[in-house]
């Protein structure tokens, strides 16, 4: 298995609930493709760089992870159609 990085930036008029409920949409997902979440750090609200629909601001959240490649397209997939999502980004890391 290789480590990744999954950086996503939600909207930010979710609450805290709300983020915990779309991290362990997204955690539930890794781990039913035979895979392990190592960390999730939170870095909250922070000002992007240009706005995303409509949004100034955004909840950033990185989640380390170790799967294999089927597991990528369907984890973009998900994350590319939820409304809660302004963007993602999966990094393979070297380690």
Known sequence: MRNYELALVFDPS??????????SKITKI?????SKVDDIDKWGIKKLAYPIKKQENGFY??????AEGELLDELDRVNRINDMIL???IIKLDQ
Do not use: K, N, S
């Open 87 to 89: 963007r993602h980004l």
């Open 61 to 66: 959240c990185f989640v380390h992870f170790q």
């Open 30 to 34: 890794i781990e039913e493709g035979q």
């Open 14 to 23: 979710l609450d805290e609930q709300g983020i915990e409920d779309e991290l």
